[in-house]
């Protein structure tokens, strides 16, 4: 069973920032699109951000200004750089790889990650 696997989430102050790391198989990072999702407690899960293999991205309304989504090759790591943190922001963070760019949410895609939690709150 392949493993994304996820670090970087805590607790952080409303305006503060977070940066979450997800690593991923060469195989699989090299080829997939990679991307994050959210799924605030008692609620449905919302995509966050998408990355293809050519570096084009997407980012939520919600989102977009505040969050930025990168990958590395050298390290086959994809990161979400979180600034301007709010609480709606709270969330248990997943990042996935699939074939094929959605700019909506899916139930499943062909990878994915146990989470990591964020939680914004003074």
């Known amino acids: 069973q392949v493993q994304l696997v996820e670090s970087g989430g805590g607790l952080v102050q409303p305006g503060g920032s977070l940066r979450l790391s997800c690593a991923a198989p060469?195989?699989?990072?090299?080829?997939?699109?990679m991307g994050w999702y959210r799924q605030p407690p008692g609620k449905q899960r919302d995509l966050v951000a998408v990355?293809?293999?050519?570096?084009?991205?997407y980012y939520a309304a919600s989102v977009k200004g505040r969050f930025t989504i990168s990958r590395e090759y050298a390290k086959n790591t994809v990161y979400l750089q979180m600034n301007s943190l709010k609480p709606e922001d709270t969330a248990v963070y997943h990042c996935y790889a699939d074939r094929v760019y959605r700019t909506s949410v899916r139930d499943n895609y062909d990878y994915w990650g146990q989470g990591t939690q964020v939680t914004v709150s003074s």
């Open positions: 060469g195989s699989i990072f090299s080829t997939y699109v």
């Open positions: 990355i293809t293999t050519g570096g084009y991205t």
